[in-house]
């Protein structure tokens, strides 16, 4: 069961516009939801996170955007760079469970 | 502070055999986590060690199994090797359940 969705496997933008990442998620028990960045070879590591109290939690370039109405959060990197090229996941967790993670969606920054 | 390890970085085996994974949480961590990353799925939960008890599973055959030892390492064994489990897995230790993650550099299994 996917509680988790990245609909868009891929996003390719140019250097210094906003990249905006979406994920939808099922499960209406999720309190708290994270962003996590993968390079190649290495594991995913944390980017932002945000708790079911808040709509928007902001930290430097990045910003995410909670609408617990529509069970949907977003990424916003502005401005983006080429080093923020890579696969960002979403993931969500209920109180005391385990995560669960969407599919992915790569991104590519065009210098 | 040390990361998560996680041992051996790459392993190659034939079908049918079976395989031990192992994962060293950051120390104080009591939470570790097991996921499976295959190209287009994502991660997908496979399970979950909160002081050496099984929290929570996911959706894969009992041929995946785990298990959590007091110092909070977790090793992973899968048997029957397929080669669909063809993939990365990663492991990911926390504070507590559902707090953010850090995971290891994972283990890529091949199955020939």
């Known amino acids: 069961d996917q509680q988790v969705k990245q609909n868009s496997p891929s996003l390719s933008v140019q250097e210094g516009r906003i990249s905006i990442l979406n994920c939808d998620y099922t499960?209406?028990?999720?309190?708290?939801f994270l962003w996590y960045k993968k390079y190649p070879a290495e594991g995913p590591t944390f980017l932002i996170s945000?708790?079911?109290?808040?709509d928007k939690n902001e930290d430097g370039r990045f910003t995410v955007f909670l609408n617990k109405s529509a069970k949907h959060l977003s990424l916003h990197i502005v401005p983006s760079q080429p080093g923020d090229s890579a696969v960002y996941f979403c993931a969500a967790s209920a109180f005391n469970n385990d995560m669960r993670f969407g599919a992915g969606t790569r991104l590519t920054v065009k210098p | 502070k040390a990361g998560v390890t996680q041992t051996p970085r790459y392993l190659i085996k034939t079908r049918g055999q079976q395989v031990t994974l192992s994962c060293s949480p950051i120390?104080?961590?009591?939470?570790v986590s097991w996921y499976q990353q295959t190209p287009g799925q994502g991660l997908q939960f496979l399970f979950e060690y909160f002081s050496e008890t099984q929290r929570n599973k996911g959706n894969f055959p009992g041929r995946f199994s785990g298990r959590q030892f007091s110092n909070s390492r977790s090793e992973m064994n899968v048997s029957t090797l397929e080669l669909g489990d063809s993939a990365l897995y990663l492991c990911a230790s926390s504070l507590r359940q559902g707090s953010g993650y850090t995971f290891g550099s994972g283990t890529r299994l091949t199955v020939v």
């Open positions: 945000i708790s079911s109290i808040k």
């Open positions: 120390s104080g961590h009591r939470s």
């Open positions: 499960n209406s028990m999720f309190d708290y």
